[in-house]
């Protein structure tokens, strides 16, 4: 079994910082591409940020200069440093992880339980 789990949300003002988390844990044997997902009440989850497995990133329009994702594959964690934080920015804040548990097998695709990330203005 594979498990992520993330950290890191909570409240802070307009202009703060955060840094949310996503270990992975149980029967791995490669974590690929590792995305962060947010999603406010009444929105579709949208895609935040993107790293793959050799460190290539990429990020949403709306975060780019502000948000920062990266890796350290011998922890299986994930990271997204949030500056510049903004009130549209509030939403829950979801890891997913294309895991190979084992060698041969294919990818599966992992959801973490979400952190709640509120920005107040």
């Known amino acids: 079994q594979v498990q992520l789990v993330e950290s890191g949300g909570g409240l802070v003002q307009a202009g703060g910082s955060l840094r949310l988390s996503c270990a992975a844990s149980?029967?791995?044997?490669?974590?690929?591409?590792v995305g962060w997902y947010r999603q406010a009440p009444g929105n579709k989850r949208e895609l935040v940020a993107t790293?793959?497995?050799?460190?290539?990133?990429s990020y949403a329009d709306s975060v780019k200069g502000r948000f920062t994702i990266s890796r350290d594959n011998a922890k299986n964690t994930v990271w997204l440093q949030m500056n510049s934080l903004r009130p549209e920015d509030t939403a829950v804040y979801y890891c997913?992880?294309?895991?190979?548990?084992?060698?041969?097998?294919?990818?599966?695709?992992?959801w973490g339980q979400g952190t709640q990330v509120t920005v107040s203005s």
């Open positions: 149980g029967t791995i044997f490669i974590v690929d591409t």
């Open positions: 790293i793959s497995s050799g460190g290539t990133t």
């Open positions: 997913n992880a294309a895991i190979v548990r084992v060698v041969g097998d294919h990818v599966y695709h992992y």
